[in-house]
């Protein structure tokens, strides 16, 4: 029996994180699913052996007694050892076949099936599901507030998903049985979908609150009157007080992003104030400063 090594077939470094495995399985699992090659049986192997791969990588149990065994397999080869004499019979699984792999058989090597045979699976209870999906799609912010659909295409058909107004960065939606095909009569996987949410020029995120600065033109700040503030609700005059100060933040009740938990419900903006300065003064607005400072200095 060959030693198979997973973190090739995933084409990951030994000391990939599970973060790092997961998106390169990811990746793959696209690239090589039945649904995208009809046909193709050598995309069809493929894709068995990166589950596989990432069935012990994933699994942290699994991965860690897959590397012990891959050490002591490379020390054998450089000691010079035949590979067809290597001693597995401390590496294998007890269980073997006792345990259903909740699907066929096939679906898994010989190397697989005598160490993990079974390891961490449930017996098998009728047809075997399909295999879950998994994807990413990126919104802008503007999206996330009002919310929006896309439309993915699955081969065979095309499916319209929602994005309900307020969703959150690296919130993840489920779309029941549309992922991979089951055999023998089983339900097909699910499709988990990661959204991403744009950054926004204008506006920061926390939560459901929405952080910004404020333009506001020294005079407004000094004598107080109406600033304009642009929302995602359209643009609003709020009132300035007389003599705020330089990086003071209001807070705007009901003006950040929608409570996606909470239909009707909004975060609020906090608006922090940035003063203008006056930029290219005539000789008079400058004679008229410099009164200002002599009566400040007199005072």
């Not at 589950?51 to 699994?59: K, S, T």
């Not at 929608?258 to 419900?265: A, H, N, V, Y």
Request: aromatic fraction near 10%; glycine fraction near 10%; charged fraction near 35%.
């Amino acid at each position: 029996m060959d030693f198979k090594d997973y973190y090739k077939v995933l084409g990951v470094e030994r000391s990939a994180t599970t973060d790092e495995i997961k998106k390169a399985y990811r990746k793959l699992a696209v690239m090589y699913h039945p649904d995208k090659n009809p046909g193709n049986k050598a995309a069809e192997e493929k894709f068995k052996e990166i589950n596989e791969a990432n069935d012990v990588l994933a699994d942290p149990a699994k991965r860690k007694k897959y590397d012990e065994l891959g050490q002591d397999w490379q020390h054998y080869q450089q000691q010079g050892g035949n590979k067809n004499d290597f001693d597995w019979s401390q590496w294998q699984n007890a269980g073997g076949r006792q345990y259903g792999f909740n699907g066929d058989d096939d679906q898994f090597s010989d190397f697989f099936e005598s160490i993990f045979g079974g390891q961490g699976r449930s017996r098998a209870r009728g047809p075997a599901k399909g295999q879950d999906l998994e994807a990413e799609l990126e919104i802008s912010f503007e999206e996330a507030y009002s919310g929006t659909a896309r439309q993915i295409d699955l081969g065979e058909e095309k499916i319209q998903i929602k994005i309900k107004p307020g969703v959150k960065e690296g919130q993840v939606l489920r779309i029941k049985e549309k992922g991979g095909k089951a055999r023998s009569g089983g339900k097909r996987g699910d499709i988990y979908i990661t959204v991403h949410v744009a950054t926004h020029p204008h506006y920061e995120r926390k939560q459901d609150d929405i952080y910004c600065e404020i333009p506001v033109e020294l005079y407004t700040c000094i004598l107080g009157g109406k600033a304009l503030v642009r929302t995602l609700k359209g643009s609003i005059k709020i009132e300035i007080p007389k003599g705020i100060e330089n990086g003071k933040t209001l807070r705007l009740k009901g003006m950040g992003m929608p409570r996606s938990e909470k239909e009707g419900e909004f975060g609020d903006m906090y608006a922090k104030i940035k003063v203008l300065l006056p930029k290219d003064l005539s000789e008079k607005e400058t004679e008229l400063f410099k009164e200002l400072e002599k009566l400040r200095q007199s005072n």
